[in-house]
């Protein structure tokens, strides 16, 4: 059974940076694509990272430059690296598993952790 387990979100200010984690277990990360979705009040869950089985990175655009998606085969771990957040980008993160070896939308998704809240403020 795939368990997904964020951490590291918080409350910071605009233009810190922070870096949230998900630790994995019952699936080898490197085997598919993994990915981060984010979701903040009254929006629908959004794609914001993804890395694909061969390390291969894709970000939506209001991220590209500022976050970076990475994982730590040996502790089966995967990372989203936020830089000079915006208020904008307070949202609950999760992490989510791909069924295969690439993740561009949500039906490619079969499972998901509970997620993480980050809250940007001014």
């Known amino acids: 059974q795939v368990q997904l387990v964020e951490s590291g979100g918080d409350s910071v200010q605009a233009g810190d940076s922070l870096r949230v984690s998900c630790a994995a277990s019952g699936h080898i990360i490197c085997v598919s694509a993994m990915g981060w979705y984010r979701q903040a009040p009254g929006k629908e869950r959004e794609l914001v990272a993804s890395i694909s089985h061969d390390g291969i990175a894709n970000y939506a655009d209001s991220v590209k430059g500022r976050f970076t998606i990475s994982r730590d085969n040996a502790k089966n771990t995967l990372y989203l690296q936020m830089n000079s957040l915006k208020p904008e980008d307070t949202a609950v993160y999760y992490c989510?598993?791909?069924?295969?070896?690439?993740?561009?939308?949500?039906?490619?998704?079969?499972?998901w952790g509970k997620g993480t809240l980050v809250t940007v403020s001014l």
């Open positions: 989510a598993k791909g069924d295969s070896t690439v993740l561009r939308r949500r039906n490619d998704v079969d499972s």
